[in-house]
């Protein structure tokens, strides 16, 4: 049941095609400039509006109102019964479907379903002819804010992944510092979030992104459960290595060889109820990372260290190791 | 899986903006432990059942890549915890179920696990 990627990707294209239908509005995928026929016309001369402009309907519109609509269909009809010239106005549909310009697409969407018509008329929040639309007018323009949709995020992200080969000197690191607050745990993680989201812009694939945030996170939530004073937490970003830091002020590790077993704990009870705490949060640490590194005394407090190494073959490896 | 026939299997409310029933989910896990969560669950597009409606669940889902997380009987989480969901666009629901049902309920269903069992490393 597993999921390729490719598979995965068209799961995610298709909701961000469903979002935009939903945000699309008519007038933005509409074509405003509608060509129109008087009900004083003849049929004759809508027969050379429709071959001219090669449409095959147009509203019928008497000073600025919308008070038809006609099609080729009845124009057949007209010739089949020898009132080529009848008026345009006696052979038109009166009740007319039409769609408001501030409408969703996805409205005008079901009335095309609803009622199978090829085109609805557009009318502005005064009921006066703003334009017509069809289902490739829907179609198009959800295209386009796809594609302007995507463009824009291709370019932040390749903006943000080429930040290392635009910065030129013998060894680039970004650094990322954020301030952890102790004891907030309904804030807590969100150093981890936002580091999260500054790693996918540079391009760190699934793996490699997937080992920090969760370390960062563990880490993060020992600042928060632990640190008196909370602390800080310091990404070092560079092309080749990610060093990932906490420091804290105190109140320090005793016993700082044994912080790696699993199971090792000094959390208060209220921290367990949550779901922390219980002893796995530094082993995951050590899991997820290449090396890990923790120094700690009660005069000091405690720095912890853990580094990712980043290799361009990683994009395909399993998300853990061993 | 699709998430809309989960949510029918467990008799589950939707309690987000956020969700959408034809999303695939391909694995399932269940932990009030949210360091269990973060050691063992696979990537993909899994589902998370919890007893516990904290933010820290909604964080650990996203540092996981989780898709979705149901609470199990029926608990509520509070407004915030709602629209961090929202902003993580990571949809939430409830079910009256205990954990061990909903989840006997999913698994019958065909819904395999999500997670490695233990670690081989310790």
Known sequence: MNKTSSEKKEINELTRVQELVYELRVSEVMTPRVITVSPESTMAELMSILRINRISGTPVVREGKLVGIISIEDLVKAYAARRGNDLVGNCMTRKVVAVRADELAVQAVNLFAQYGYGRLPVL?????LAGILTGSDITRGLLRALSQRYHAEEIRRYR?????????SADTTLMLRYHVAPRDFDNGGQASSKLKRTLQRLGANPALLRRVTISAYEAEMNLVIHATHGGEMIAEIGPHRILLRTEDDGPGIEKVEEVFNPGFTTAADWVRELGFGAGMGLSNIKRYSDNTYIESSPATGTRLYAIFKVSPIEADADETKG | MKLKDIVDIVQGTVLTK??????????????DLMSDVLAFTREGNSLLLSGLTHQQVLRTAEMSSISAIIFVRGKQPPPPVLELAEDLSIPLITCVHSMYHACGLLYKAGLPDNGVAALMDQ
């Open chain 1, 124 to 128: 502005d929040q005064y009921g006066t």
């Open chain 1, 160 to 168: 943000a992944s080429h930040i290392f080969e635009d910065i030129d």
């Open chain 2, 18 to 31: 956020t969700f959408n029933g034809e999303m695939e989910i391909s694995s399932g896990g269940a932990a």
